[in-house]
């Protein structure tokens, strides 16, 4: 089968993890059980970057910066606020990201249901079991973007072709979230956060 008979991939939103080298985190994204769905590429003059999957089938994106540094604005309304990975073996999947990614993972005392993924001591997202998901809902990481007011954003986003996935809810010690999917299909989540999260 030609690549022009294949089906085209699903629209979605990627969570990327910045490297200092896209080519030896291939190499240990292989070596601790993932696979390589696009390998290392240049992006013009931009960066380099590849699509993995970790053990459990979740797809993420690694990115090494060359005049593209990445994200510059986070936890603010209008900008990215969480990575959340949502998989059969949490235990498993923090092992992997620590070895293939160098992210630290350890317990989140104020969420106890999330282990924590960190960057130099800092929390950048979590992972969580499938416990509380549809059945046959895939391994899979979900961005957050931070809004003012979910409602008003998801009212928004329906009037502009979105759909609801999780109508929105108060979520303990974090603020009120919604899950979306985007006119095209891509799947993210909103939320108005409770308190303001440190940069």
């Known amino acids: 089968m030609s690549m022009g008979d294949q089906p085209p991939p699903p629209t979605v939103w990627t969570t990327y993890f910045s490297s200092a080298d896209a080519d030896a985190t ?49 936890n603010e309304p209008g900008a990215l606020v969480w990575n ?24 989140m005392p104020e969420m106890p249901e999330f282990t924590g993924l960190m960057v ?20 899979h990481w979900l961005v957050n973007f931070a809004v003012d007011d979910t409602d008003s954003t998801v009212d928004a986003l329906v009037r ?15 603020g009120r979230m919604a899950v979306l999917q985007d006119p095209q299909g891509a799947t993210f989540a909103v939320v108005a956060l409770s308190a303001p999260v440190a940069p």
């Open 160 to 174: 502009a072709g979105g759909s609801v996935m999780a109508p929105a809810f108060d979520m303990e010690k974090v």
């Open 84 to 107: 959340q990975l949502s998989t059969t073996d949490p235990e498993a999947a923090g092992t992997f990201y620590q070895a293939a990614l160098g992210l630290e993972a350890g317990p």
């Open 26 to 74: 291939q190499a240990a994204i292989t070596a601790n059980g993932g696979a390589v769905i696009a390998p290392v590429m240049d992006v013009g003059q931009i960066g380099r970057m590849l699509i993995a999957a970790d053990p459990q089938g979740a797809v993420f994106g690694v990115w090494q910066p060359l005049e593209f540094p990445g994200a510059q604005i986070v």
């Open 120 to 139: 130099k001591g800092r929390v950048i997202g979590g992972v969580q079991g499938m416990e509380n998901l549809p059945p046959g809902v895939p391994p």
